[in-house]
């Protein structure tokens, strides 16, 4: 069980060679490396534009890229009526704090014990993470467990518990303390009469921060973007539902009413029609529930790029 | 007693790998003896062990219900494209990345195309809806048509490959890009003394040299076969019953087997258990070929 080290970021002087690729790989590549960032910011270009168009010209005009007629109203509504919006957003904000540090914390302590030489069963337990990666229970098995033996249905700890701990990450943060934090140095403290605990968390812990930065960002993201563990498991907890929930119950209702249109009375269409939030409404949450991804990541962007050249890891 | 004290003395040790091994047990191990529910008539008020035992019933109510094979076939059909084609793109991407690196607007370009990745896909169902709506979207007003994109499913093999295509390429290249990066550079050196040109350069020295790590890439994705990317197909879709001839996967099977009032449990466990142990099978297998062909690529 080791990591391939195939993955070598450091560059080497080639910039002279760049200069020698014909002139027409060169252009076919800027069109369609362009072309290609163009297609990702169309759609999110797209949305914000809808966000800030009048819902009249919306309704006459269809989407577009530019607002032709400017509003606002969406994100006033958002502002002033959203309480639930709010609350949703704390929830998410919370859930990807605590559930990162959760993560952290039990990760790190279960890599560190297997990383150390003197620990008799680092071998065994790493097997038995790695293990979950080849064979699972599945979905359904999975949510009857939850459900059933530890009633985690409508309980907000199932938000943070699912998936909270991954063998690959033991694995990796396991092989990052082994191969830059040297034994000698943990076994210097010891003589010096340092606990276990202690060189954890004064002498490994700090060392182990660029991992555990990876690591916990990409952790935060997934916590950020999980609907499915909210959608499955919280089925009735409004109070507890993170924003992913809310727009993704936005977009069932939408569903149920587009393919149930035609077996409701014309009061229960009228009052489901008038209940339903407007295109502006919809477009406005969604961005802000992307944007703070977008605007976050490229300053991160190293420790994700990190993160998929360590994620190949071999048991 | 030897053993009583080789754990008190890693007591400290074994405290703090605990937590992590209550996890692995309470999340992954208990639900893999829940796999047994695939062969009872499970019931919510008896539970796991006092539900009765059914057989090989609920295997036989999936199979004969005729929905086993559409699904089987949209999940390895889907699995294929993105074992195979949309690894050819991002191997094709890193290339230009590579023979692009060292200009501002390369970084930028790659900045960008990572952007998808960082989208919940009930976002991107936002951004498809956009796109798709039939009475305000944006295709149906290029193209001047009133399409029901989302009634017709003969479109979507396409849409949704193209959405798949659109939110994983771009951070899916990193890997072979920065495995471009490491190969020394005399090896380009040497071959350019010798005549070779840029295309001799990338057929000879890039893509062998990428080997070992697409063949790890590949592995890993034939032991996924039978998951999807299950956002995608229930997302993007919005889960609409009219479309599930060409968008329903295995995964999007099993949940709306638990989600869908309507839904059978014990059909999506039958499918679920299926998609547990072949797919083990799957990893072991090509674990197994992959160490007689190249030892050193292989995981375990």
Known sequence: ?315 | MKFLKTVKKNGPLLAMVFPGVAFFILFNYIPMFGLLIAFKNFNFARGIIGSKWAGLNNFKFLVMSGDAFLILRNTILYALFSLIVVKIIEIFLAIMYDSLSGSKLNRFNQTVSILPHFLSWVVVAYFGQALLDSERGLFNQILGTNIQWYSEPKYWPFILTSFQVWKVIGYGSIIYYSNIRGIDSELYEAARIDGATWWQQVKYITIPLLQSIIIIMVIMGIGGILYSDFGLFYNVPRNSGALYSTTQTLDTYIYNGITLAGGSLGMSSAAGFFQSTVGFLLVIISNAIIKKVSPENAMF
């Open chain 1, 1 to 315: 069980m080791q990591v391939s080290t195939t993955v070598n970021t450091k560059r080497k002087k080639k910039k002279d060679l760049t200069a020698d690729i014909p002139i027409l790989v060169k252009i076919f590549s800027i069109i369609f490396t362009t072309g290609l960032s163009a297609l990702c910011i169309i759609p999110m270009w797209l949305t914000l534009s809808i966000s800030f168009t009048d819902e009249f010209s919306l309704a006459a005009d269809g989407y577009g890229f530019i607002p032709k007629v400017f509003s606002t109203k969406s994100y006033e509504y958002i502002f002033e009526n959203g309480s639930m919006v709010w609350r949703a957003y704390g929830v998410t904000v919370l859930i990807t704090v605590v559930g990162t540090i959760l993560t952290l914390a039990v990760v790190s302590m279960f890599a560190y014990a297997i990383s150390r030489q003197s620990f008799p069963w680092g071998y065994q337990l790493s097997f038995f993470a790695y293990f979950t990666t080849l064979f699972s229970g599945g979905m359904v098995s999975s949510y009857i467990v939850n459900t059933t033996m530890y009633n985690l249905r409508d309980n907000p700890l199932i938000l943070i518990l699912a998936g909270a701990v991954g063998a690959m990450n033991i694995l990796i943060v396991r092989t990052y303390m082994r191969t830059s934090i040297p034994d000698s140095v943990i076994e210097s403290a010891k003589i010096d009469g340092a606990s276990e605990f202690r060189c954890f968390y004064q002498i490994v812990l700090p060392m182990a921060v660029p991992v555990l930065a990876t690591i916990g960002l990409m952790r935060a993201v997934s916590l950020w973007n999980d609907w499915n563990t909210s959608y499955l498991y919280m089925p009735t907890n409004n109070a507890w539902a993170p924003i992913q929930l809310v727009l993704k119950k936005i977009e069932k209702n939408i569903e149920y009413l587009a393919t149930n249109a035609n077996n409701m009375t014309p009061e229960e269409l009228e009052r489901m029609q008038r209940e339903m939030p407007s295109d502006g409404f919809r477009m406005g949450l969604t961005m802000m529930v992307a944007m703070p991804l977008v605007i976050a990541y490229p300053f991160f962007q190293k420790y994700f790029v990190k993160g998929i050249t360590v994620g190949a890891v071999k048991g």
